[in-house]
T-cell receptor, first 112, second 113 residues
Framework: GNSVTQMEGPVTLSEEAFLTINCTYT??????LFWYVQYPGEGLQLLLK?????DKGSNKGFEATYRKETTSFHLEKGSVQVSDSAVYFC???????????FGQGTELSVKP | DAGVIQSPRHEVTEMGQEVTLRCKPI?????LFWYRQTMMRGLELLIY????????DSGMPEDRFSAKMPNASFSTLKIQPSEPRDSAVYFC???????????FGPGTRLTVT
């Protein structure tokens, strides 16, 4: 079945460090891929998306590229801030009528 | 514009009691989702409504759980009787046409003792 695997957290970085959170997926066909972010005490928010191979999603300095050959959608940011501390969820949807399938989430903690 | 509204934000109850969680989706949205989040199991989709009709309830854990959406602006998730293993954060989310672009409420933290 369709599934998403993320690197385990927590990930602890210093402010201005480079961030990578790995995400790989298993799916039949070509799903659409997403990153959601959950700030402390809040619900999830859509951060970025990519709907086909080689697409790059970007928002708030975060980027992720849909790599079909490696079935990956790694999240990157060049310089993290304390305010980026949150839990990040990778997700996929196989078709418009399907369900969002979430990874287990990766907690990011950024220290000043 | 108000986001998804959930009530209560926190609920503590004793095993065997009935619990009702409430959700008001964003006005105009036509899909509504109930999720459960725990450390052990992560984020699980419980049930999904489209135009007030349940489309997929395969994630509802057992008969103790039930969900209704009597109109486009209100939904409930009921657990009767509650058990300690139901302790979790329950999220409601809504979307307009795009299933992937869901707007989440702040969640209800349920503790069953």
């Amino acid at each position: 079945g369709n599934s998403v695997t993320q690197m385990e957290g927590p990930v602890t970085l210093s402010e201005e460090a480079f961030l990578t959170i790995n995400c790989t997926y298993t799916a039949t066909g070509y799903p659409s891929l997403f990153w959601y972010v959950q700030y402390p005490g809040e619900g999830l928010q859509l951060l970025l998306k990519a709907t086909k191979a080689d697409d790059k999603g970007s928002n708030k300095g975060f980027e992720a590229t849909y790599r079909k050959e490696t079935t990956s959608f790694h999240l990157e940011k060049g310089s993290v801030q304390v305010s980026d501390s949150a839990v990040y969820f990778c997700a996929l949807i196989y078709n418009q009528g399907g369900k969002l399938i979430f990874g287990q989430g990766t907690e990011l903690s950024v220290k000043p | 514009d108000a986001g998804v509204i959930q009530s209560p934000r926190h609920e503590v109850t004793e095993m065997g009691q009935e619990v009702t969680l409430r959700c008001k989706p964003i006005s105009g949205h036509n899909s509504l989702f109930w999720y459960r989040q725990t450390m052990m199991r992560g984020l699980e989709l419980l049930i999904y409504f489209n135009n007030n009709v349940p489309i997929d309830d395969s994630g509802m854990p057992e008969d103790r759980f039930s969900a209704k959406m009597p109109n486009a602006s209100f939904s409930t998730l009921k657990i009767q009787p509650s058990e300690p293993r139901d302790s979790a954060v329950y999220f409601c989310a809504s979307s307009l046409n795009r299933v992937y672009e869901q707007y989440f409420g702040p969640g209800t933290r349920l503790t069953v003792t």
